[in-house]
């Protein structure tokens, strides 16, 4: 683009005419449907008093990167309670999950491996994938793990497949039991990013791996973010220790960067002490998904598929989600619109999170508001 005013009057017009500018609104007001607050632990006061006391005794910023001296005890200890909860020998923090797939995925693959990725995995993973700078980088069809077996097989090298868990903007699950048997096979690494999975699926909140029955041995490497359904910030990776201990050293985005509050960190254990034992969030979590999913169906409002609290309400235009938006802002519902490029282009949506934090009759009252919106 031009470095004149004209030329960037007219890319901001060019985004207004087809209804793809962002603009921000000051959270509040209204009944939200769209953050990713799933176990309602954000507010919980335990955690709200475990990053005050924290932050009272020792203060507020970690004041360095953690391979200088920014990593301290409520780091370690998060670390540890992480790879218990996942299932694996060793986790790593990460200041967020942009970074930490960044990193990660920069950290395995190497210049003349084949980085394989999903087509609608996150951004942060696909920029992963083009910012590690390996010779070949391809894209399978959404969810074919076929397709991508034969390109992993089809390549002579190393591998490394990356999958989200869940998918972020269609509430679908990746076939990781077959994308595990393909990368067994092939001898490739398998990459999954967990954030919308950890918390939510499985008896234990164990995630996708958990609910699908996958070890380490069959996911040896498992990132997730702690902005989700533990209502805290920042990330991790998991898996052997050797495996861990090569993305630390490796990975740029772990080196050069403050290292995540400690308080946050004091937080986080305890949002993930709740997020485990509380099994009531899941199981309520799961009857809300279930009676927003029938509600839709006798209402005519048309649901992606999806088991997840994502929840996906299918518009196709741009304009139509941003007026269902607007229509439901008007009516005291927070629910956001999702348009391209962060969709393909003819599937903008309406993305609906339910919380536990949600009651049957706020359900219903969205639902009669989203019918009237959609007419």
């Not at 209204?30 to 919980?44: E, G, I, K, R, T």
């Not at 990746?174 to 990368?183: D, T, V």
């Amino acid at each position: 683009m031009q470095r004149t005013p004209e030329a960037i009057a007219a890319a901001l017009h060019d985004l207004d005419a087809r209804r793809l500018r962002r603009r921000r609104e000051i959270a509040g007001g209204a009944l939200d449907f769209c953050s990713n607050d799933y176990l309602d632990v954000a507010s919980h006061p335990e955690v709200a008093a475990a990053m005050a006391k924290h932050a009272l005794a020792h203060g507020v910023g970690a004041r360095a990167s953690h391979l200088v001296n920014g990593h301290v005890a409520e780091h370690d200890a998060l670390e540890r309670e992480l790879a218990e909860f996942t299932g694996r020998e060793r986790a790593l923090l990460f200041s967020t999950g942009y970074m930490a797939n960044l990193g990660v995925i920069g950290a395995l693959a190497d210049r003349d491996d084949l980085i394989l990725e999903d087509k609608l995995n996150h951004a942060s993973l696909l920029d992963a994938g083009l910012l590690a700078r390996t010779r070949y980088f391809k894209r399978y069809p959404h969810g074919d793990a076929a397709h991508a077996d034969a390109l992993l097989t089809a390549h002579a090298g190393t591998t490394v497949l990356v999958t989200d868990g869940v998918f972020s903007m269609d509430g679908d699950l990746a076939p990781l039991p077959e994308l595990a048997a393909a990368a067994t096979r092939r001898g490739a690494w398998l990459v999954v990013d967990d954030a919308h999975g950890l918390g939510v699926l499985g008896a234990a909140g164990g995630g996708c791996c958990e609910y699908f029955g996958l070890d380490a041995r069959a996911v040896p490497v498992l990132i997730g973010t702690l902005g989700k359904a533990f209502g805290t910030f920042g990330a991790f990776v998991a898996g052997d220790a050797d495996v861990v201990e090569l993305v630390m050293q490796r990975a740029r985005t772990y080196r050069y960067t403050t290292a995540l509050p400690p308080a946050v960190a004091a937080a986080t254990r305890t949002a993930v002490r709740l997020a485990r034992d509380e099994r009531w969030r899941r199981d309520k979590l799961d009857e809300s998904i279930a009676h927003f999913r029938a509600g839709a169906r006798r209402r005519g409002i048309p649901l992606a598929e999806s088991m997840t609290p994502i929840q996906p309400v299918m518009l196709g235009t741009a304009a139509r989600a941003l007026s269902a938006s607007r229509s439901l802002r008007d009516r005291g519902f927070d629910v956001v619109a999702i348009r391209p490029p962060t969709v393909p282009e003819g599937t903008a949506r309406l993305r609906v999170t339910l919380s536990t934090r949600h009651e049957i009759a706020q359900l219903d009252a969205l639902l009669n508001a989203l019918e009237e919106s959609m007419r």
